[in-house]
């Protein structure tokens, strides 16, 4: 019997990084040193096999994949969102690698006329989280004017969907990623649907459950920007005939990031010349 991996995993980088931060540490605020410690256990969080392969099916069971009908009437092969990055998504959600209060390094998003260039956006790389955003999604130590720790987003979250996976497994009589449980998979998410609006309809948004949550999350992975992880070849975009942000004619970072009305008139085509 093979032993599971630990949901809280380092990995060899951030590892290194630990090692180096604390090293250096000693000179620190002790307030400092203990807000640092929180924010690499926090960004150290790494899914296990069985819990990506928990996820992916539950995903997968949510937006499954198949035959679609596009917006513009045509008929388009979809993959389900778990296999299209949406635990990928959440992944880097949990570990706050792609957290920023503006922006993600993103490629230009068609093919651009020769001699045309443009900077990958933004084009000062991410703009960081300010302190009000780090502290609730990384949490605080207590502080004069607040003399209380502020809870971590990022901890809730990862202790959530520990929890919330184990809930599954449960459900399903040991492994909701088996095979042999995939006829129980539509059920058992109906009925912790059904439970959790229950039990939480009402509340605000504060402290929403597993299940609530992970209907979010692949919500933002299948139609959000790719770069997040999900959408993986913009897939549902395509299925929607959506292109993305139009930046060239709204003064946004440059060429390649968006495209005009007249880009639109036909098709989309994201391989095409983009028009300037």
């Known amino acids: 019997m093979t032993r599971e991996a630990s949901p809280l995993q380092l990995s060899r ?28 256990v926090a960004s150290s969080f790494v899914l296990s096999a069985h819990q990506r392969a928990v996820l992916v099916a539950a995903a ?40 920023y209060a503006a922006g993600a390094k993103r490629p230009p998003y068609v093919k651009l006329p020769p001699g045309v260039t443009a900077t990958v956006f933004p084009a000062a790389g991410q703009v960081p989280l300010w302190t009000v955003k780090r502290i609730g999604w990384y949490g605080d130590v207590p502080r004069a004017t607040r003399p209380y720790a502020w809870p971590s987003e990022l901890e809730r979250l ?22 042999a449980a995939a006829p129980l998979r539509e ?19 504060n402290g929403q459950p597993f299940f609530l949550t992970f209907l979010d999350h692949v919500a933002q992975a299948c139609f959000g920007d790719p770069i997040y992880g999900g959408n993986q070849g913009y897939v549902y975009w395509d299925m929607i005939d959506f292109t993305g942000p139009s930046y060239i004619n709204s003064g ?25």
């Open 13 to 40: 980088r951030r590892f290194l990084a630990l090692c180096a931060a604390t090293a250096t540490a000693a000179a620190l605020p002790s307030a400092i040193r203990l807000r640092a410690a929180r924010a690499f």
């Open 60 to 99: 997968n069971t949510v937006i499954p994949g198949g035959q679609v009908m596009t917006r513009r009437g045509t008929l388009m092969t979809v993959q389900g969102a778990g296999d299209t990055g949406a635990v990928d998504f959440v992944q880097n959600l949990l570990d706050g690698s792609l957290i």
């Open 158 to 179: 990862q202790g959530l969907y520990i929890s919330g996976v184990a809930t599954l497994d449960t459900a399903a009589g040991g492994d909701f990623s088996a095979a």
């Open 187 to 205: 059920p058992i998410l109906r009925a912790q649907q059904l439970s959790e609006v229950t039990a939480y309809n009402g509340k605000g948004e």
């Open 252 to 276: 946004g970072p440059g060429p390649g990031q968006g495209w005009t009305a007249k880009d639109m008139t036909t098709k989309f085509d994201r391989t095409k010349t983009v028009t300037q």
